[in-house]
């Protein structure tokens, strides 16, 4: 046990050295509007399975998407999961394109049973991100020049990311059911910058608008399963979840300033506009699914779920035009060739593939963007234990229609973590 104490300690010190936030540099202009782009939900092994997770249960991985399935975690066993990701965007439409990729901490959570009926699980996870970069430089000859405009620089910036802590308990009430409960807080902050410099006459002012968006606050997230064990091994469930619509604690600034080009900074001391609301409120939305899940133990897993968020009769700082009602469908599946296989490490391997459709919260230019994505994973096994690495490499394409002006997105994702178990509470009698 002395061993996964050590590991969750540089791990929990990599965390807190680096980034809490969990903030990605990679470019996405679909950040632009409300919380940001929404990340892809769940650790590594059910996002390598498309996402699907409502209906999973597992006695040595955590799914907090699920607090129900708390209660399945192993008796006198402990679960320490830590994760990494790097991921990759080409942007483009029809007239250009752009590459940007980053790496950052994605995810650590640990989980234990209480009782035999009763478990818990703790942890901190990516929600959306805000991050992007789109600059537009005009100048005499360039096809969109305007002579009486002169030459001028366009540019946007975003940062910052929304991020959740969850902490649950899953409860088996009577045989084959299970009810659970996650209190979350959601807490992070983006902020936007926006530029209008006119570079080719020093006779204008320039003009930046700065927008700082704050959110913090807590909610409940419940869940339901039940599971029906067959013959030889084989079984069956089913899930349910449901978040209530939420008003969080919000923190928004916005100033605009216009500033001469002769200073030698962006400054400047003639305000046009501030906004400043220390104590107002953002509205996060209601979200329910329904998941199944059948497979024959230790060989094969097979999982599905819906999901619908309501965006679109929430506020959100003035973006309310931007947000619309979400949905996905997403499917996995898992096989194992023979896991007591002694001679061959690759039978032993947990192989995993899954995809998902969505309907996208944002609506852009009045179009709805569409997300299609694949997922692949393997669970490798480590000195014939229970712990796991995790492998997830998943493809996003995030579109809207073209003809609406808008881009298309080809997101590729690595995770990597360690899933590990350990025994609480047990006595070695040899050595």
Avoid at 71 to 92: C, K, M, P, R, W
Avoid at 360 to 381: A, C, D, R, W, Y
Wanted: charged residues 15%; negative net charge.
């Amino acid at each position: 046990m002395h061993k996964l104490y050590t590991i969750l300690l540089l791990a929990t010190f990599f965390l807190c050295s680096n980034t809490l936030t969990g903030q990605k540099m990679v470019n996405s202009p679909y950040s632009r509007f409300g919380p940001g782009v929404i990340e892809q939900q769940g650790l590594f092994k059910t996002r390598s399975m498309g996402g699907a997770a409502i209906g999973l249960r597992d006695p040595v991985t955590i799914n907090y998407l699920n607090p129900a399935s708390y209660s399945s975690i192993d008796t006198n066993s402990f679960v320490f999961d830590f994760g990494i990701e790097y991921q990759a965007n080409l942007l483009g439409n029809s007239n250009s394109s752009h590459f940007s990729d980053d790496y950052s901490f994605h995810h650590l959570a640990i989980a234990f049973p209480i009782t035999k009926w009763l478990g818990f699980a703790t942890g901190i996870a990516p929600y959306s991100n805000g991050y992007y970069n789109l600059e537009t430089t005009v100048s005499e000859g360039d096809p969109g020049y305007d002579p009486v405009i002169g030459e001028y620089r366009d540019a946007h910036k975003g940062a910052g990311s929304y991020n959740t802590f969850f902490a649950g308990l899953g409860i088996s009430p009577v045989k084959n059911l299970s009810l659970g409960v996650n209190f979350t807080y959601l807490f992070g902050n983006i902020e936007r910058d926006n530029l209008y410099s006119f570079t080719g006459d020093n006779n204008q002012f320039n003009n930046l608008s700065t927008e700082n968006i704050r959110l913090y606050g807590y909610n409940l997230e419940y869940g339901l399963q039940y599971i029906t064990h067959l013959n030889n091994d084989y079984f069956a469930s089913i899930g349910a979840s449901y978040t209530a619509k939420k008003s969080y604690s919000s923190e928004y600034n916005k100033l605009s300033t216009k500033y001469s080009p002769y200073q030698e900074s962006e400054y400047s001391t003639d305000t046009l506009d501030y906004i400043s609301d220390k104590e107002g409120s953002i509205e996060m939305p209601e979200k329910m699914g329904v998941g199944v899940s059948f497979g024959k133990k230790d060989l094969f897993l097979i999982t599905a779920d819906y999901t619908k968020t309501h965006w679109d009769d929430i506020s959100f700082a003035g973006y309310e035009d931007n947000l619309t009602n979400s949905s996905s469908i997403r499917a996995g599946i898992q096989f194992i060739p023979d896991i007591d296989a002694n001679y061959n490490y690759l039978n032993r391997v947990e192989y995993r593939l899954g995809g998902h459709i969505s309907d996208s919260h944002l609506m852009v230019n009045g179009e709805q963007l569409k997300e299609f994505g694949i997922t692949f994973g393997t669970g490798l096994p480590m000195n014939r234990s229970k712990s796991r690495v995790n492998l997830h490499i998943g493809y996003l394409n995030r579109q809207g229609a073209a003809g609406s002006g808008l881009h298309t997105e080809n997101i590729i994702s690595v995770g990597l973590s360690l899933d590990l178990y350990d025994y609480w509470f047990f006595k070695q009698k040899y050595k």
